[in-house]
């Protein structure tokens, strides 16, 4: 099996831009993208692509992440599905998934990463979603099978259109891993989990 990794880096996440722009903040003297992407690189997960905007790409390209793809999305404005289709038109064609990745959650657990490829290996045709204390988490991974109608899903809803279509084909996997629920968008959550978080 081959199982990717798309990284949404796009967006221009208004409610944190006092901070600076998400994939360059800072956790641990590291950028969020840089965490992520070695996370994610440990686990197994190749190609892993990084999608973001005419603005931040040459300041990503900089950054210590190795040979990683780089896609602009020329239309980040229309959503996160559009950033989701730039990065499968870049999957290899023998590709059985992807983790979809946001890059404002940059505190999952390394070892997160290897059960969620662990059970895509076991599970290969359903959608893995992380649950931390009953509730749905990210990043989650979605199979081969669903990439037609991720092509189709509607712009306002987005790949949540895919998970509540597929109810019979989610897997979900309980993990210790509160970093799964924590959605660093605020200048106020980067704050209180990041700022003074010593890994």
Do not use: W
Request: aromatic share 6%.
């Amino acid at each position: 099996m081959k199982l990717s990794a798309i990284i949404l880096a796009a967006g221009k996440g208004r409610r944190i831009a006092e901070l600076g722009d998400k994939p360059l903040l800072i956790l641990n003297d590291k950028s969020f993208l840089e965490i992520i992407i070695e996370k994610i690189s440990h686990a197994g997960f190749l190609p892993i692509i990084v999608i973001t905007n005419h603005k931040l790409y040459e300041r990503l390209r900089n950054l210590n992440i190795g040979d990683i793809a780089m896609v602009i999305n020329p239309t980040p404005d229309m959503g996160m599905i559009s950033s989701i289709h730039c990065g499968m038109d870049c999957l290899p064609p023998d590709s059985s998934g992807f983790l979809l990745h946001p890059v404002d959650y940059p505190l999952v657990k390394a070892t997160t990463y290897t059960q969620l490829h662990e059970k895509h290996e076991q599970a290969p045709h359903h959608i893995i979603i992380p649950i931390h204390e009953h509730k749905n988490g990210h990043p989650m991974i979605f199979p081969a099978d669903t990439f037609d109608q991720l092509r189709r899903a509607p712009l306002e809803i987005g790949a949540r259109y895919i998970v509540r279509q597929k109810t019979n084909s989610i897997a979900k996997i309980r993990v210790n891993d509160p970093g799964v629920l924590l959605n660093i968008n605020t200048a106020e959550l980067y704050r209180l989990y990041c700022s003074k978080n010593d890994g």
